[in-house]
């Protein structure tokens, strides 16, 4: 009989967990000082591309998630209207096979990129986004019919990505799931099988930043580490302006991105709470 008892209070439990409300926060979160980013119906709360001028295409509501859609006119990020310093943020995420993405933190700079124009620059995306910072040569407002763009963000990433299939991932550990972008690799592979939800937790305090994923704490470093600051000057080093924007870090106080790498990928139960 008790072991009867104890297994029916098990599954009530387990059911429990799986009948929690999605996009929702727990009287326990609430009282903890979290907050909702995504109500699961509307975009309240993050700057929506598809209200500028020519509106974006890069996003959308579909099933309690906010979605990223493939191959956009314009490849942009969702932003949040509000700005955060101190912080802790979860959030549920799943990718379609191949695809690549991420969150976006301590954003220093947006750069707009007019894929109609001819390249300013010749030697690669790096130092074309370095040139458009500084001559500000493309403009969103004045494009012609049909056009094509990318607002890049300058900022660090929080990597989601496809660890078999995208060409990124297979550069090596510092470009997959749980990385601090090109910067810190993972510790080890925490990912579930493309397709399904994974639990992130992102902690960024400071210079000191971590990376939780499905309940592995995977990146655990400072961004002022001499490994960081080596991946930002070989990365960066045809645009020192956006290299210095990542070293010094002028702006504390940021929006926060989720990814539009011009793939699919869902993002739901998103929440964040400020620290002290």
Request: with cysteine; aromatic share 8%; glycine share 8%.
């Amino acid at each position: 009989m008790r072991l009867t008892i104890a297994l029916l209070l098990s599954l009530g439990a387990v059911c429990s967990a799986q009948e929690a409300p999605l996009n929702a926060l727990t009287p326990d979160e609430r009282a903890a000082g979290w907050q909702l980013m995504f109500d699961g119906k509307t975009l309240a709360g993050w700057d929506d591309p598809a209200l500028r001028t020519p509106p974006g295409d890069s996003w959308t509501i579909e099933d309690g998630c906010i979605k990223a859609l493939a191959t956009p006119h314009f490849r942009e990020d969702l932003m949040t209207s509000a700005t955060f310093r101190d912080f802790e943020m979860l959030f549920d995420w799943r990718i379609a096979p191949g695809s690549n993405s991420g969150v976006k933190y301590l954003i220093q700079r947006t750069v707009f990129l007019d894929h109609d124009k001819p390249k300013s620059a010749p030697r690669g995306f790096e130092e074309n986004v370095g040139w458009e910072m500084e001559h500000h040569l493309s403009d969103r407002s004045k494009m012609g019919p049909n056009p094509h763009g990318e607002e890049y963000v300058v900022s660090f990433e929080y990597q989601l990505v496809d660890n078999d299939r995208h060409p990124d991932a297979l550069r090596g550990a510092k470009y997959q799931t749980g990385a601090l972008y090109g910067m810190i690799a993972p510790t080890q592979a925490a990912a579930r099988p493309v397709g399904e939800f994974n639990h992130s937790r992102l902690v960024v305090r400071g210079d000191r930043v971590e990376h939780w994923l499905n309940g592995v704490k995977v990146v655990d470093g400072s961004l002022d580490a001499q490994e960081v600051l080596d991946n930002i000057a070989k990365r960066w080093h045809a645009a020192p302006n956006v290299s210095e924007l990542l070293t010094k870090r002028p702006r504390r106080d940021c929006p926060i991105g989720l990814q539009n790498h011009g793939d699919i990928v869902w993002f739901r139960n998103l929440k964040i709470r400020r620290l002290p």
